[in-house]
Every structure is written in C-alpha cells, then in structure tokens.
C-alpha cells in the first residue's frame, strides 16, 4: 500500500500477530490465570507440613475439576 501510515501498523501488526492469534484460540485472560494461582497458594499454605508431593497435587487438581491438565 501507499500508505505511510497503514503500512506502519501492518509492522506494528505483525510484531504482536502471535500474541494475538494466541488470545483468540485460547480465550483465556490474566483474571483466570490470577485466581487459579491464588487458590494453589491457599492450597500451599494449607498444606504446610505434608510430606506426601502427590497428594498435594491430588488436591490442587480436585480444586478444578473441569480444566484438563
């Protein structure tokens, strides 16, 4: 294009075209990555003391039952 200006954003553009991309497949934001790290350190503070790492695991993966590993 002749564009000055279009031709910039089409480089602007394709810089962030996999984070982008990435955001439409996945439809996952920051809010849900957030609240399941906050509920694995309250999970982690509960757990203080167990030696067993696989039923530490076990409880994490009981707290969200329909995300799949």
């Known amino acids: 294009s002749g564009i000055a200006a279009l031709a910039h954003f089409a480089l602007k553009l394709k810089a962030y075209l996999h984070g982008i991309?990435?955001?439409?497949?996945?439809?996952?934001?920051?809010?849900?990555?957030?609240?399941?790290?906050?509920?694995?350190?309250?999970?982690?503070?509960?757990?203080?003391?167990?030696?067993d790492q696989e039923y530490f695991f076990l409880k994490i993966r009981s707290a969200f039952p329909g995300i799949p590993r």
């Open 21 to 51: 991309l990435s955001r439409c497949r996945h439809r996952l934001n920051t809010s849900i990555v957030e609240g399941i790290n906050n509920t694995i350190k309250v999970i982690k503070r509960r757990a203080y003391g167990y030696r």
